[in-house]
C-alpha cells in the first residue's frame, strides 16, 4: 500500500499564496503521475494539476497561470504553488499518486482544506 500525506492548507486572503506538498511512502514501485485534484462544498472532485513522466503538466483552466505543479521523482514528493489565489479556489486539495505494473494502481490522500476569504 502507498500513503500520502499532504500539508500546507489554510486560510488566506484573496490575491495570497500558499504551496501544498504531498509525500508518497510505502510500496513504490513505479509511480508515472502525481498531481492534486479539489473538491468544492456541493461539487465534484476536479483536476487542478498533475504531473507525469518526462515532467509534462497539465492544469485545469481554472489555474493555468496562477498555480504550478512540481515533483521530486526522488523523495516521491509533489508540490503545488498557488498565487493569486481567488475565493472560487477554496475546497479540499487531494493528493493524488499513480502507479503501474501492468496494472494501473490509484492512490488518493486525506485532503487539506484551503479556504481563500474575499
Known amino acids: 500500500q502507498v500513503q500520502l500525506v499532504e500539508s500546507g492548507g489554510g486560510l488566506v486572503q484573496a490575491g495570497g499564496s500558499l504551496r501544498l506538498s504531498c509525500t508518497a511512502s510505502?510500496?513504490?514501485?513505479?509511480?508515472?503521475?502525481m498531481g492534486w485534484y479539489r473538491q468544492a462544498p456541493g461539487k465534484q472532485r476536479e483536476l487542478v494539476a498533475v504531473?507525469?513522466?518526462?515532467?509534462?503538466?497539465n492544469y485545469a483552466d481554472s489555474v493555468k497561470g496562477r498555480f504550478t505543479i512540481s515533483g521530486d521523482n526522488v523523495k516521491n514528493m509533489v508540490y503545488l504553488q498557488m498565487n493569486s489565489l481567488k475565493p472560487e479556489d477554496t475546497g479540499v486539495y487531494y493528493c493524488?499518486?499513480?502507479?503501474?505494473?501492468?496494472?494501473?494502481?490509484?492512490?488518493w490522500g486525506q485532503g487539506t482544506q484551503v479556504t481563500v476569504s474575499s
Open positions: 493524488y499518486v499513480r502507479q503501474e505494473d501492468g496494472y494501473a494502481y490509484n492512490y
Open positions: 510505502g510500496r513504490i514501485f513505479s509511480i508515472n503521475t
Open positions: 504531473v507525469s513522466s518526462g515532467d509534462r503538466t
